[in-house]
């Protein structure tokens, strides 16, 4: 572990640290005898002193560790990222395509995705995802689908896929890369939920393994490090690296935390050291927990028998996503009492279920638990009935009124929702389920899309993003109409 090794012998130097971080190495905590728990984590907390290496133009331990990663993770290079997979996407995007340029990307796609369409002055043309209605959310993205647009939109010059989804969905991405290079474009996965796929062959295929050009990475999400911690790998020829490094340059901070750059560094580690068998554990527990789960009365967990259907080939074991519709309880009901009568924390709700992501760092005994929860959670529970949600639908227009970029810089006023029909929308509006936006910044607002976003408001549909998330009121571009 590089990175730790050189923060670690900088630390038992004791040099006076007349430098950055103010704490100096967190003495300002011992000094107000404020009881911090930081202690330790600040005396490795430095800026690039001698021996201690910089992000941005790496020569010693980030560089190795870096090349350590990239052999782990199966990449050409391996950039380490400490503002998320958010900055890695940003990069990736903007280093693959000029302003001006088209990019294909799912409607469903994380908002990091959005932006950087926004920053790097894209044009966005969207594809829809398939859609699981028992579970009310969106599932793969179809080849046939990206044939399609791309039919149409063959001077695009990148295409983006989000693999695996927040459930654990995945893509047939070998047939995505085939049919993206074979037009000569570029395939950038978003794998933010992926990081641990190239650990264990009972995971589904990491997208460097299957040709994808880049991808980026949340090791922070389902590898040990630290959060925000993150990493852009890249496999292709296709890509300027130098050009890369200039976005990279761009939209990452000129100090980086050395203690999350050695977290990344240290889960690169405990896995090669340890993932393979770790992780074997951590697929036999979660399948467990599926299989006990399913035969509660009332819950559903969702697993590979989704495989072969809604353009889904493979299927992440280590995330449970729990439906309650029969008993009539919605995700996020379920979500408030797991915390509060059974100390059990998820990661996310919606309407209709709870997400539960298991690591390498879960104990057996968290497994049980969980189920034993579950179980203790069906059998009390009243039985009722949980509306249904209206058949999502896909409203991106052929041609935006205004680009992303340009709705953000116009003057906005909010007006009712009723007044805004014939308007162009200056807000992101994405109800959840099942999180594909039905209103991005410069999109025109029609009768239709009003009478679906009151529809999904009246169901109880969490509208993320909105300013009003009833949705009685709506920013619309000021003095204009749309077309
Ligand atoms: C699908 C997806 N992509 C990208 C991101 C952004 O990742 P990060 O939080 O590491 O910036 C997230 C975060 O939740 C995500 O769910």
Redesign the pocket.
């Known amino acids: 572990m590089p990175i730790l090794k050189s923060l670690k012998e900088y630390k038992n130097e004791g040099a006076v640290p007349f430098h950055m971080p103010g704490h100096k190495r967190g003495n300002i905590y011992k000094k107000t005898e404020i009881n911090s728990l930081f202690e330790d984590i600040l005396a490795l907390d430095t800026t690039e002193v001698p021996g201690i290496d910089n992000l941005h133009c790496p020569e010693n331990a980030v560089l190795e560790a870096q090349g350590m990663a990239a052999e782990a993770f199966g990449a050409d290079h391996s950039f380490f990222l400490v503002?998320?997979?958010?900055?890695g996407?940003y990069s990736m995007i903007m280093a693959s395509a000029s302003p001006g340029d088209k990019i294909i990307i799912p409607r469903n796609c994380?908002r990091?995705v959005y932006c950087a369409v926004i920053l790097g002055r894209l044009i966005p043309v969207y594809i829809n995802p398939e859609i699981d209605y028992e579970f009310g959310i969106a599932m793969g993205i179809k080849p046939e689908t990206i044939e399609n647009v791309l039919k149409e939109h063959g001077d695009a010059k990148a295409v983006v896929v989000?693999n695996p989804?927040?459930y654990g969905v995945c893509s047939d991405l070998e047939r995505i890369a085939e049919i993206v290079h074979e037009r000569g474009m570029i395939l950038l996965v978003?794998e933010?939920?992926g990081s641990h796929f190239c650990f264990n062959e009972r995971l589904p295929i990491s997208a460097l393994e299957v040709g994808a050009d880049m991808t980026s990475q949340?090791i922070?999400?389902t590898l040990p490090s630290m959060t925000?911690s993150?990493i852009l790998h890249v496999k292709s020829e296709r890509i300027d690296i130098e050009k890369l490094k200039v976005f990279l340059q761009l939209v990452q901070t000129t100090s980086p935390s050395h203690i999350l750059l050695a977290s990344l560094d240290a889960a690169r580690f405990i896995m090669q050291k340890f993932g393979r068998e770790l992780l074997d554990e951590t697929i036999d527990w979660s399948n467990w927990a599926r299989s006990e789960i399913n035969n509660i009365e009332g819950c559903r967990c969702l697993g590979p028998d989704r495989i072969g259907r809604n353009g889904t080939v493979d299927f992440d074991p280590t995330r449970l996503t729990v439906n309650f519709g029969a008993l009539g309880l919605s995700g996020v009901e379920a979500e408030d009492i797991l915390r509060k009568d059974f100390k059990i924390q998820v990661e996310m709700s919606d309407l209709y279920n709870i997400v539960a992501i298991t690591t390498i760092g879960d104990y057996r005994s968290d497994y049980e638990s969980f189920v034993n929860s579950l179980k203790r959670l069906a059998g009390t529970v009243r039985r009722g009935k949980i509306k249904s949600m209206p058949a999502p639908a896909f409203f991106a227009p052929q041609e935006p009124s205004l680009m992303p970029w340009e709705a953000l810089y116009y003057e906005k006023e909010q007006v009712d929702i009723e007044q805004s029909i014939g308007r162009i929308c200056g807000e992101m509006i994405i109800p959840y389920p099942p999180g594909i936006p039905v209103l991005m910044p410069g999109e025109p607002i029609s009768r239709e899309i009003c009478e679906y976003l009151k529809l999904c408001v009246a169901q109880g549909i969490k509208i993320n993003g909105a300013s009003d998330p009833k949705l009685k009121k709506v920013w619309v571009i000021k003095n204009r109409r749309g077309s």
């Open positions: 503002n998320g997979t958010t900055s996407i994380h990091s989000t989804t927040f978003d933010a939920h949340s922070h999400k925000q993150s």
